[in-house]
């Protein structure tokens, strides 16, 4: 049901901070601690004997495990790979000693998934984890471990929520993870706090949905559009851009800004909006200037960016403030605004939002 919302996809959207709460519900100790079983009884001693993290999705899911490559090595100080599906399970890899095998599926059935699970068992893996948001499904049953988003179930093709509960497991996996290889007390109680005060924070965030509808009205009649975020907001630029093409149907790529200057500036003028996360964080002065580089081209910009950040809006390039976060939680805030502005051009380029053309919820085919 879709209640008051047009769309299954806005409702999904709006449901993110309910979703997040129970997806870290019983997972949290009352000191602001993971529960140490949250991924299972085996887990902890798994974790002892891990060496490598192999992660492996496809579509949106990839992105959240693109994300998560980024705190694996940063909070857990192990190595990570992350690989769509489709790549690994037709190629001769090496499974580096003591892989953790990491699947992330909304549905759990995804086929090209299941392969290289199955393929991965072949060639002998230490262990595998599956994060689903669907408790009956053929990944859960097929995994040694498994985490269960419970984001409900997610009606509009395009993945929104079943996204960003997959990070917030994620994370939780990772600060797991990284408890057994020496992470702090504080430190696994900062993060946590961070992750639940996330429902708050989307609240707000979701406050900006007016504003951004008003800006989408200038996408309506573009064919193409480019996503920069840097760092571990690159994939999330990565899912804004593939958000906006999925639904509404305009060429949108991402690109890690830092990669601009070799090739794809040349495309920049005033017929391609380019839109850009800007966090507060130790690229923010990189990422600035990239975006000059943008601006210098006459690019129009529209960026989202910390509230502490300062960015002057001028003729060209609008500024969106974002509400100040750690670096920790800010791809999963800064996931949000993009989910909206690529629901609102859908909105007004009139396509089928919640069941967009040639694509199906869950790809059970090869
Ligand atoms: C995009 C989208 C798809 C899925 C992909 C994997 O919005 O929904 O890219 O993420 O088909 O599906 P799951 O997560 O069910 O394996």
């Given at each position: 049901?879709?209640?008051?919302?047009?769309?299954?996809?806005?409702?999904?959207?709006?449901?993110?901070?309910?979703?997040?709460?129970?997806?870290?519900?019983?997972?949290?100790?009352?000191?602001?601690?993971i529960?140490?079983?949250?991924?299972?009884?085996?887990?902890?001693?798994?974790?002892?004997?891990?060496?490598?993290?192999?992660?492996?999705?496809?579509?949106?899911?990839?992105?959240?495990?693109?994300?998560?490559?980024?705190?694996?090595?940063?909070?857990?100080?192990?190595?990570?790979?992350?690989?769509?599906?489709?790549?690994?399970?037709?190629?001769?890899?090496?499974?580096?000693?003591?892989?953790?095998?990491?699947?992330?599926?909304?549905?759990?059935?995804?086929?090209?998934?299941?392969?290289?699970?199955?393929?991965?068992?072949?060639?002998?893996?230490?262990?595998?984890?599956?994060?689903?948001?669907?408790?009956?499904?053929?990944?859960?049953?097929?995994?040694?471990?498994?985490?269960?988003?419970?984001?409900?179930?997610?009606?509009?093709?395009?993945?929104?929520?079943?996204?960003?509960?997959?990070?917030?497991?994620?994370m939780?996996?990772?600060?797991?993870?990284?408890?057994?290889?020496?992470?702090?007390?504080?430190?696994?109680?900062?993060?946590?706090?961070?992750?639940?005060?996330?429902?708050?924070?989307?609240?707000?965030?979701?406050?900006?949905d007016?504003?951004?509808?008003?800006?989408?009205?200038?996408?309506?009649?573009?064919?193409?559009?480019?996503?920069?975020?840097?760092?571990?907001?690159?994939?999330?630029?990565?899912?804004?851009?593939?958000?906006?093409?999925?639904?509404?149907?305009?060429?949108?790529?991402?690109?890690?800004?830092?990669?601009?200057?070799?090739?794809?500036?040349?495309?920049?003028?005033?017929?391609?909006?380019?839109?850009?996360v800007?966090?507060?964080?130790?690229?923010?002065?990189?990422?600035?200037?990239?975006?000059?580089?943008?601006?210098?081209?006459?690019?129009?910009?529209y960026?989202?960016?910390?509230?502490?950040?300062?960015?002057?809006?001028?003729?060209?390039?609008?500024?969106?403030?974002?509400?100040?976060?750690?670096?920790?939680?800010?791809?999963i805030?800064?996931?949000?605004?993009?989910?909206l502005?690529?629901?609102?051009?859908?909105?007004?380029?009139?396509?089928d939002?919640?069941?967009?053309?040639?694509?199906?919820?869950?790809?059970?085919?090869?």
């Amino acid at each position: 049901d879709k209640g008051t919302y047009r769309h299954y996809m806005l409702k999904e959207i709006y449901e993110q901070p309910q979703a997040i709460q129970r997806t870290l519900e019983d997972r949290i100790q009352a000191n602001h601690r993971i529960q140490p079983h949250a991924f299972g009884t085996q887990a902890p001693d798994i974790f002892e004997k891990i060496k490598h993290i192999q992660i492996i999705a496809c579509g949106t899911s990839y992105h959240a495990g693109y994300v998560a490559r980024y705190w694996f090595e940063s909070i857990a100080g192990i190595s990570c790979n992350v690989e769509v599906a489709s790549e690994y399970r037709y190629r001769q890899s090496v499974l580096p000693e003591n892989t953790l095998f990491v699947t992330i599926s909304q549905s759990g059935e995804t086929a090209d998934t299941l392969a290289a699970l199955r393929e991965a068992k072949k060639k002998g893996i230490f262990a595998s984890l599956c994060i689903c948001n669907v408790p009956t499904s053929t990944l859960v049953r097929e995994s040694d471990l498994a985490f269960i988003t419970h984001a409900g179930p997610e009606i509009g093709v395009a993945s929104t929520k079943a996204f960003t509960t997959q990070l917030v497991a994620l994370m939780l996996l990772v600060v797991s993870v990284a408890k057994v290889r020496g992470l702090e007390l504080a430190r696994e109680q900062q993060i946590v706090q961070q992750l639940q005060s996330l429902p708050v924070i989307l609240d707000s965030v979701l406050a900006m949905d007016k504003a951004i509808e008003r800006i989408a009205e200038e996408f309506g009649e573009k064919h193409h559009t480019l996503f920069l975020g840097r760092g571990a907001h690159y994939p999330v630029a990565m899912e804004g851009a593939l958000k906006l093409k999925e639904i509404s149907y305009i060429h949108a790529e991402a690109y890690p800004a830092g990669e601009l200057k070799h090739g794809p500036l040349a495309l920049v003028d005033h017929d391609m909006p380019v839109v850009a996360v800007a966090p507060n964080n130790d690229l923010i002065d990189k990422l600035k200037s990239n975006l000059q580089e943008v601006r210098a081209r006459a690019g129009e910009l529209y960026v989202f960016a910390d509230s502490k950040v300062h960015i002057t809006p001028e003729i060209g390039l609008k500024v969106f403030a974002m509400p100040s976060v750690s670096d920790d939680i800010a791809p999963i805030v800064y996931t949000v605004p993009l989910q909206l502005l690529s629901y609102h051009v859908a909105v007004i380029r009139g396509t089928d939002v919640d069941q967009p053309r040639n694509l199906a919820k869950s790809v059970t085919v090869e």
